[in-house]
């Protein structure tokens, strides 16, 4: 089919988008400790904007379950197909590089393995048990896929113990079916629900700069204060290539403040929301805030 170009091809991207790739000595550093291992992170899979920063402050998210992904959403640079079989030994091996990189903070996330029948869910308990007999004082984040809401493969996963269990809702409901592959908002709801219902901390987050009203946000993150949610982020949607689902809109950093506001008077413990904020952008900040609410 001929590429249609659409106006948003045109939007100039902002000054506020604007930043700096360069790499470091530190940098170069987690390259070493995660390509040594064949490990993936989805700061490289997914074109982060913040890898020179995250990367030099030696924070990395690791992306388990290989590097190819079942579903095709429109917004994500992960490669799509069909996967490899599970490495066995990726838990043992991400354990190992949080020791090498000396992290006090683990985020881990995936590519969506629909084509497992318990969706990947043993691999991921198997890597936070690794991650904490390795690194006994280091928190766990997690940010797994919507593994169909489906209680007895998510009760896999929160029977390990993490600190934080996030998946994101990525968009409002209306843009849903055009933007994400096969996920469903009501799906992502649910599995969210079940993860806050269990006593964890469940964290969420959607892009900004689809197409979404701003009415839509604010329903968008009311859903998620009802289905339990504590932690959520809000960032800029950036286009990898041109290809993918088109930038509709760049939201002002005040904008993105007013929706922090709005967000903590709905009863979040925590926001983040700036243009070039990810789920695991700072991710050791939103723990350190839910921790101080919790011991009030
Ligand atoms: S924000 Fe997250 S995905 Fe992006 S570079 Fe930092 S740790 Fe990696």
């Known amino acids: 089919m001929p590429k249609v170009r659409e106006h948003s091809d045109y939007l100039r991207k902002p000054d506020w988008l604007k930043i700096s790739l360069r790499s470091t000595t530190n940098s170069a550093d987690v390259e070493q400790i995660v390509e040594g291992r064949c490990l993936h992170t989805i700061c490289s899979s997914g074109m982060c904007p913040n890898k020179a920063e995250c990367w030099s402050r030696r924070t990395a998210t690791f992306m ?33 590089s949080v020791k090498l990189m000396g992290l006090k903070h683990v985020v881990v996330t995936s590519v969506t393995r629909d084509d497992l029948e318990d969706h990947g869910a043993t691999i991921w308990a198997r890597t936070v048990e690794a991650i904490r007999r390795d690194n006994p004082d280091a928190t766990i984040e997690l940010l797994i896929s919507d593994m169909d809401a489906r209680p007895e493969l998510i009760d896999v996963v929160l029977a390990s113990c993490p600190d934080i269990v996030g ?15 096969r996920a469903k908002y009501r799906t992502s709801l649910a599995t969210l629900k079940h993860i806050a219902a269990s006593g964890a901390v469940a964290k969420s987050g959607l892009m900004l700069g689809l197409g979404e009203s701003e009415e839509e946000v604010l329903t968008t993150l009311a859903d998620l204060r009802e289905a339990g949610v504590s932690i959520v982020t809000l960032g800029q949607y950036l286009r990898p290539t041109k290809e993918h689902y088109p930038v509709r809109a ?3 950093p005040e904008k993105f403040e007013e929706y922090r ?3 903590l008077e709905m009863g979040f413990s925590y926001c983040a929301s700036a243009p070039l904020v ?12 839910v921790r101080k609410v919790c011991a009030k």
């Open 167 to 181: 998946h994101n809702i990525e968009t409002v409901e209306r843009l849903t079916p055009e933007v994400r592959s």
């Open 278 to 289: 990810r789920s695991s952008y700072l991710a050791d900040a939103a723990l350190d805030a």
């Open 64 to 96: 388990i379950l290989g590097d190819i992904c079942t579903r095709n959403c429109r917004f994500c640079a992960t490669q799509t197909g069909r996967p490899l079989p599970p490495d066995e030994a990726e838990p043992d091996k991400v354990a190992e």
């Open 250 to 252: 760049y939201i002002t």
């Open 261 to 263: 506001l709005k967000a």
